[in-house]
């Protein structure tokens, strides 16, 4: 079982934008976000080469552009709680282990494993508590502003590349700091040796994200936000449960070691 490093919720700024762009899913970005696809007739080597020349030089200009500007403002709260799992249901507990502060009610599979979230848990008959780990980033909202200023201004390649590109670096420092978590768990040591590999979830747990497929819930992002209390990094919360700024994301950290992706059919 690992240790937290400490209980509560921590705040960290001025992350390096180098150290974020590291974890950047080139794939997402340039075939996903940016829409640089392999054309009719064109061979696999000349699209890699395409991609390691051209697509590279206009991802390296847009990070200079984000840095001297500082329209990436990257920024993380996260924290480590004791839990329990009731059933379908997760509970975290206040710093005492004993006293319930929030619970998390998860969808389980109707067939297949029927696996649910809670099921990586110790138990409610559980002696000691498990812990639980959450984190919410955020690139800060001078991207999304100044992506809508590009898009009515009619300059829609210029609006793609920066919507893109604050999207995905939000993405990346998720994976950044899912690694610090695993880091400070102590769990690391059984990532895989490229951070490509990362991106497979070459490393022990998961990291489920609310309005996804094992939690898709976005209501639940309320008991996070009670947790966390992401205000302090400039994140709200919409009336539908949508982050804001859009570059953000936030998710519950798992370690057990059986913990991955799995998906539950909409009823």
Request: glycine letters at 8%; one cysteine or more.
């Amino acid at each position: 079982m690992p240790v937290a490093p400490f209980l509560g919720s921590r705040v960290v700024k001025g992350i390096p934008i180098p150290e974020v762009a590291r974890y950047l899913n080139r794939v997402a970005l340039f075939r996903g976000r940016w829409q640089y696809r392999r054309r009719k007739g064109q061979s696999l080597e000349d699209y890699q080469a395409f991609l390691d020349g051209e697509v590279e030089g206009v991802l390296r200009s847009w990070v200079a552009r984000c840095v001297e500007e500082q329209l990436l403002v990257p920024a993380v709260v996260y924290g480590y709680f004791p839990a329990r799992s009731d059933g379908d249901d997760l509970i975290v507990y206040h710093e005492d282990g004993r006293t319930e502060w929030v619970r998390f009610k998860f969808p389980r599979q109707p067939t297949e494993r029927r696996l649910c979230i809670a099921d990586f848990f110790r138990p409610v008959s559980s002696d000691e508590p498990d812990v639980s780990a959450f984190h919410l980033v955020t690139m800060g909202p001078r991207v999304g502003e100044e992506a809508g200023r590009l898009f009515e201004r009619d300059r829609y390649t210029d609006y793609l590349h920066l919507h893109g590109l604050g999207v995905e670096m939000a993405e990346a420092l998720a994976e950044l700091w899912h690694r610090r978590i695993r880091e400070e768990l102590g769990i690391a040591g059984e990532d895989a040796p490229t951070i490509e590999a990362l991106f497979d979830q070459g490393y022990r747990g998961c990291r489920y994200s609310f309005g996804y497929p094992a939690c898709p819930n976005l209501e639940d992002q309320r008991q996070l936000f009670e947790l966390i209390r992401p205000e302090r990094i400039g994140v709200s919360l919409t009336e539908e449960f949508q982050l804001v700024p859009e570059q953000s994301t936030s998710a519950i950290i798992v370690h057990h070691p059986e913990a991955r992706y799995f998906t539950i059919p909409k009823v």
